[in-house]
């Protein structure tokens, strides 16, 4: 596969912002571990990550973080996908440098996008955009392939692989029953019920001054307060 190609694109090539609920666009490209496309990680959980440039002190800690945490993505179904506009010879050599450094394998496939077509088309960068400065974004897709949550960092602020897996595991638990988490929200911990959304059923609700702020344990049946 030569260079990079996204396979979704718009009129004029004037990318769309992108939110949630949205299809992310897919793509085909070069990575350190051989050819990708978005497409194929359909069926999971995908943490889509992008980074300005290799050898850069603030994405290495990150990428070490990351390789370590391999083992509890796989266990949420969860594949790491990490996007940079540097070649894929830099890229190949960062991951050696990080080896040879930290004893860490990078263990995710790392995406070439020197055309910075794949920032642009997740809206990490300005169609007009001559460097990829502000390629620090997170993007948490889901099987069906729909953005569920994003999340953008400043270059000078590593990113929290422990926050990462916090959201996808809180996206899933909701998925799997009617109710949401609140701030903080580990697994294990009280979930809340979401809000009724009528009249009567608010003035049927027992008189407790925190009716619109239910919680209860996690694993409990629904129906209990």
């Known amino acids: 596969m030569g260079a990079i190609r996204v396979t979704e694109s718009t009129s004029a090539g004037v990318w769309p912002v992108l939110r949630i609920g949205d299809v992310a ?12 496309s978005l497409s194929s990680f359909r069926g999971r959980w995908l943490l889509l990550f992008s980074h ?4 850069t002190p603030v994405c290495t800690s990150e990428f070490v973080a990351l390789a370590r945490a391999a083992d509890r993505f ?28 930290f004893g860490v394998t990078v263990n995710f496939p790392i995406v070439e996008d020197t055309s910075m ?3 642009r088309a997740f809206g990490m960068i300005a169609d007009d955009a001559t460097d990829s400065a502000t390629m620090r974004s997170s993007f ?9 949550a994003s999340c953008c960092y400043p270059p000078t602020v590593g990113r929290s692989v ?14 799997a029953d009617h109710i949401v988490t609140p701030a903080g929200w580990q697994p294990g911990d009280d979930v809340l019920l979401p809000p009724s959304s ?21 694993g409990e049946a629904p129906g209990h307060s």
């Open 140 to 148: 948490f897709i889901d099987p069906d392939g729909i953005i569920r």
């Open 117 to 119: 077509n794949v920032g």
């Open 25 to 36: 666009p897919d793509f085909e490209a070069r990575t350190t571990m051989g050819p990708v």
């Open 52 to 55: 300005p440039a290799d050898f």
């Open 198 to 218: 009528n009249q009567a059923a608010v003035l049927a609700m027992p008189d407790d001054p925190a009716w619109f702020h239910r919680r209860r344990p996690d």
């Open 74 to 101: 796989a266990a949420l179904n969860c594949a790491l996908l990490a996007v940079s506009v540097d070649s894929l010879y830099a890229h190949l050599a960062w991951v050696r440098a990080i080896h040879e450094a």
């Open 162 to 175: 422990d926050e990462m897996l916090r959201v996808i595991a809180a996206l899933q638990r909701v998925d």
